[in-house]
C-alpha cells in the first residue's frame, strides 16, 4: 500500500481542501477546521480519558512524555476505539497530508490537559532547526477537547515562522515571553486545529479553575523514527481491529 491509496480509502481526495485553505496552511502555518467531534465524540473521549488517568496515576504519559503542570496521557490508539477519531477526518488528514507532501504516518496522538494556574510553555518548534526552507519533516493536529479561549491556556503560535530557518531563542530574550506577533488559537470544543510543527508554538498560562483539555496527533514523514513506536506498543488486538489503510499511517 501507498500514502496515496491509505489516504484515498480514509475519504482524502484532492478537492477535500479547498485552495484557499491550502493557500492559509502554506502562508500562515496553521488552519482551523470547525465542528469536527460532534457532542459524543467529546464526552466519550473525555470519559475514556477520565478512567486512564485514575488507572494510570503518577505513570501517566511516561510512554513519551509528562510535564509538571499538565495531565499527559500516551499510546492513546492502543487505549480505547474513541481515540480512532483521528483516522475519520478527511479535511484533517488531508491537511496534515499538504504539509508533509503525501508522505506521513503517525508519530504519536496524546493527551495534553493544562492544569489551573499551569501550561505555559517556551515558543518552540517540534523539529527543532528547519535546515532547508520548505522541506517540512513534521505536522501537528490539536482535536479542541475544550473550547480554547483568551484564559484558559490556549495554543499561540507565531503565523509565517514556518517559512524561516530560524528558532525563538534566537529572535526572545525568554521563549517564554509573549511574541508581538503571535496570536491565540481560539476555538470551540470539537474543532481541531492543524499546525505545521516548524511552526513557533507553545501553550499559554491556564488562568481558569478548570483544566483545559486536547488531543495531539502528531505526524512525521515515514523515514523518520516516531515519537512512540506503534509496533512495539500496539497489542495484536488493537492491530486486527485496524483497517489496512490505518495499519499503514500507524507503520504497523
Known amino acids: 500500500?501507498?500514502?496515496?491509496?491509505?489516504?484515498?480509502?480514509?475519504?482524502?481526495?484532492?478537492?477535500?481542501?479547498?485552495?484557499?485553505?491550502?493557500?492559509?496552511?502554506?502562508?500562515?502555518?496553521?488552519?482551523?477546521?470547525?465542528?469536527?467531534?460532534?457532542?459524543?465524540?467529546?464526552?466519550?473521549?473525555?470519559?475514556?480519558?477520565?478512567?486512564?488517568?485514575?488507572?494510570?496515576?503518577?505513570?501517566?504519559?511516561i510512554e513519551v512524555h509528562q510535564e509538571t503542570g499538565t495531565e499527559r496521557l500516551s499510546n492513546l490508539i492502543n487505549k480505547g476505539k474513541e481515540f480512532q477519531v483521528l483516522f475519520?477526518?478527511?479535511?484533517?488528514?488531508?491537511?496534515?497530508?499538504?504539509?508533509?507532501?503525501?508522505?506521513?504516518?503517525?508519530?504519536?496522538?496524546?493527551?495534553?490537559?493544562?492544569?489551573?494556574?499551569?501550561?505555559?510553555?517556551?515558543?518552540?518548534?517540534?523539529?527543532g532547526r528547519l535546515e532547508t526552507p520548505g522541506d517540512y519533516q513534521v505536522c501537528n493536529s490539536i482535536w479542541l477537547l475544550d473550547d480554547f479561549t483568551q484564559e484558559n491556556?490556549?495554543?499561540?503560535?507565531?503565523?509565517?515562522?514556518?517559512?524561516?530557518?530560524?528558532?525563538?531563542?534566537?529572535?526572545?530574550?525568554?521563549?517564554?515571553?509573549?511574541?508581538?506577533?503571535?496570536?491565540l488559537l481560539l476555538g470551540k470544543a470539537g474543532d481541531v486545529v492543524v499546525f505545521n510543527s516548524h511552526t513557533w508554538h507553545g501553550g499559554t498560562l491556564n488562568r481558569t479553575n478548570r483544566p483545559r483539555r486536547a488531543m495531539h496527533g502528531y505526524f512525521c514523514r515515514r523515514r523518520h523514527d516516531q515519537q512512540l513506536n506503534q509496533k512495539t506498543h500496539l497489542s495484536p488486538e488493537t492491530v486486527a481491529g485496524l483497517s489496512s489503510a490505518v495499519r499503514f499511517l500507524l507503520d504497523v
Open 153 to 183: 491556556g490556549a495554543t499561540r503560535a507565531v503565523a509565517g515562522t514556518h517559512l524561516t530557518t530560524r528558532i525563538p531563542t534566537e529572535e526572545m530574550v525568554n521563549a517564554a515571553d509573549p511574541h508581538p506577533r503571535e496570536v
Open 1 to 61: 500500500m501507498t500514502a496515496s491509496e491509505a489516504l484515498t480509502q480514509l475519504g482524502v481526495r484532492e478537492n477535500t481542501l479547498t485552495l484557499e485553505d491550502k493557500a492559509a496552511l502554506d502562508r500562515e502555518g496553521f488552519l482551523h477546521i470547525k465542528g469536527v467531534l460532534g457532542t459524543d465524540e467529546i464526552e466519550a473521549i473525555r470519559g475514556r480519558m477520565a478512567e486512564i488517568l485514575r488507572e494510570e496515576g503518577d505513570r501517566a504519559g
Open 88 to 127: 475519520q477526518s478527511p479535511q484533517v488528514l488531508g491537511a496534515i497530508a499538504h504539509v508533509l507532501r503525501g508522505d506521513l504516518k503517525l508519530s504519536s496522538l496524546n493527551i495534553r490537559s493544562a492544569l489551573s494556574g499551569q501550561g505555559l510553555q517556551n515558543l518552540h518548534a517540534d523539529w
